[in-house]
Nanobody, 115 residues
């Protein structure tokens, strides 16, 4: 059974930093990533990383956010620097189960950036 445990959200001032973590268990995962959903908006992709380390980012976070993973721990991280009010959202971890190509979601963690 696949389980995801997210941590690291919180309240931070503009320009501050936060680090999100998502520990996955129960399988082997190919792509791991982070999405976010602000109030009244659709969920959007933030960043992804493959098992080989290839990364993608949405343009608005490039240069500020860094996604990484520890394959031995099945954990994906999102280092967020120079946070802006528009980064305020619930952040969701997403992982794709290798060979089965099924996606799983974390419970979400709130990130609030105050100006």
């Amino acid at each position: 059974q696949v389980q995801l445990v997210e941590s690291g959200g919180g309240l931070v001032q503009v320009g501050g930093s936060l680090r999100l973590s998502c520990a996955a268990s129960g399988s082997i995962f190919s792509t791991m990533g982070w999405y976010r959903q602000a109030p009244g908006k659709q969920r959007e992709l933030v960043a992804t990383i493959t098992s080989g380390g290839t990364t993608t980012y949405r343009s608005s976070v490039k240069g500020r956010f860094t996604i990484s993973r520890d394959n031995a721990k099945n954990t994906v991280y999102l280092q967020m620097n120079n946070l802006k009010p528009e980064d305020t959202a619930v952040y969701y971890c997403n992982v794709r189960r290798q060979y089965y190509n099924t996606d799983y979601w974390g419970q979400g963690t709130q990130v609030t950036v105050s100006s």
